[in-house]
């Protein structure tokens, strides 16, 4: 099947409020172009600086999310052009963000990332923990910064019940903040969740990204 094809059966899976963020990470630009070519302009990079200079070399209406660890020295680099960053799982790096977005004369739209796995590889915040940071009054003081949702990631197991249950986790903390902070936004609208092994599930548990790499352009390139 060509990337095409694979992009237009997945597409076929999915509600229409639901977008495909295609992981272009290692990938090559032809593989990106060809994507692009076939209609897709949605793409998720997980490192800056590989994201950066792709920005530079590909077409300018691609819409580029961040959706790896963002370390907050790096804010900079992607701060004139990313159109979500998916993880954002500390108050330091909303702050960081927020200073970027304000010197590019933007508001860049983030989601919080929550910790929903049983493993210690993956990062993430406490609802406890959101609770103080949209409580505090820095934050109410932020205008560059738009919350437009959550983000997650399930345990990497074939264990189909823990992965759901993960899922409707977050869709719970979603539910919650939005009960609780953003029942008059429009805005706070997206649950980020689910991946190649896992999107089908995700989408039964309200997900409305989901970030697909190795379904569409193959295995990971080292």
């Known amino acids: 099947m060509s990337i095409q094809q694979k992009i237009e ?24 172009l060809e994507a692009y070519y076939s209609g897709h302009k949605v793409f998720g990079e997980n490192k800056v600086q590989e994201l950066a200079k792709k920005y530079e ?25 990313v159109h979500l960053i998916h993880g954002i799982d500390s108050f330091k790096l909303l702050k960081e963000v927020n200073k970027e977005a304000v010197k590019n004369k933007r508001v860049i739209p983030c989601l919080l990332q929550f910790y929903i796995a049983s493993e210690d590889t993956k990062f993430g915040l406490s609802l406890e923990e959101v609770r103080q940071i949209l409580d505090s ?36 903390i979603f539910n919650t903040l939005k009960r609780e902070y953003f029942f008059d936004s429009e805005n706070f609208c997206e649950i980020s969740m689910g991946m190649s092994d896992d999107y089908l599930l995700a ?18 390139n080292y």
């Open 203 to 220: 989408l039964n548990e309200g997900s409305t990204i989901i970030r697909i790499g190795s379904k569409i352009f193959g295995e990971r």
């Open 57 to 81: 070399e590909l077409p300018k209406d691609i819409e580029w999310h961040f959706i790896g660890h963002l370390q907050s020295n790096k804010v900079k680099y992607i701060a004139p052009f």
């Open 137 to 172: 009054a820095e934050f109410k003081l932020m205008e560059n910064v738009e919350i437009s949702g959550v983000m997650g990631m399930a345990t990497f197991t074939e264990d189909e019940k823990l992965i759901t249950s993960e899922f409707k986790i977050l869709k719970t």
């Open 9 to 32: 059966n997945i597409k076929s899976k999915l509600p229409e409020y639901v977008k495909l963020v295609m992981v272009s990470k290692t990938k090559p630009n032809e593989k990106i």
